[in-house]
Structures are given as structure tokens and as C-alpha cells.
Nanobody, 126 residues
Framework: QVQLRESGGGLVQAGGSLRLSCAAS????????GAWFRQAPGKEREFVAA????????YYGDTVKGRTTISLDKAKDEVNLLMNVLQADDTGVYFC???????????????????WGQGTQVTVST
């Protein structure tokens, strides 16, 4: 059973940066698609970014594109998310997800992912 553990959330000032990490146990991101989603209070879960098992293909949601980078640290077997120029709308719980189907073509869809972390709270203060 794959388990995912997020780290790096917290309180960040608007305009600042955030780095989140996700570590996998019982599986490896070198064989799975890794992704980040987020959910704000009263809103649906939103796709943030995804990265292929090889680390060569990345995907971004429209609201974060251009200020966000997802990466795969193969040595640590972690998927990392770096987000810059944080805004109040970036507040929410950020979830790490993993999909063993490496070629689904549905990287943007939460329904595609089999494994989820517990989530880490990110609050952007203005």
C-alpha cells in the first residue's frame, strides 16, 4: 500500500514563496505520476501540478502556471512543489497524489489518482 506524506505547509505572506514536499513509502515516484491538488474551504479540489514518473513531463493548472514549478527528486524519491508570488487565493489544504497508471493522459483529474496524502495547510496572509 502506497502512503504519501506531505511537508512544508504553513503561514506565508502574500507575494512570498512556498515549497512543499511529498515523500512516498510502499511505492516509488519513479514508477508513478505524482501530483499536487489543493482545496479551499467551500470549494472543489483543484489541480495544481503533476509530473511524470520520468520527471520529463510536467503539467500545471491555469491559476498557477508561470509561477509554479513541480519537480521530482529521484535521489530522495520526493515530488516537490515550489510556488512563487503567493496570493490569498492560494490558501487551502494542499494534497499530494500518486497514480500508478503512468500514461493515463488524465493528469489533471483528481479521479485518476489512487493514493492521497493527508494534506498540509497553506495560509497566505495579506
Amino acid at each position: 500500500q502506497v502512503q504519501l506524506r506531505e511537508s512544508g505547509g504553513g503561514l506565508v505572506q502574500a507575494g512570498g514563496s512556498l515549497r512543499l514536499s511529498c515523500a512516498a513509502s510502499g511505492g516509488t515516484f519513479r514508477e508513478m505520476t505524482g501530483a499536487w491538488f489543493r482545496q479551499a474551504p467551500g470549494k472543489e479540489r483543484e489541480f495544481v501540478a503533476a509530473i511524470s514518473w520520468s520527471g520529463r513531463r510536467t503539467y500545471y493548472g491555469d491559476t498557477v502556471k508561470g509561477r509554479t514549478t513541480i519537480s521530482l527528486d529521484k535521489a530522495k524519491d520526493e515530488v516537490n512543489l515550489l510556488m512563487n508570488v503567493l496570493q490569498a487565493d492560494d490558501t487551502g489544504v494542499y494534497f499530494c497524489a500518486a497514480d500508478t497508471n503512468r500514461y493515463s493522459g488524465r493528469e489533471y483529474s483528481a479521479d485518476e489518482y489512487e493514493y492521497w496524502g493527508q494534506g498540509t495547510q497553506v495560509t497566505v496572509s495579506t
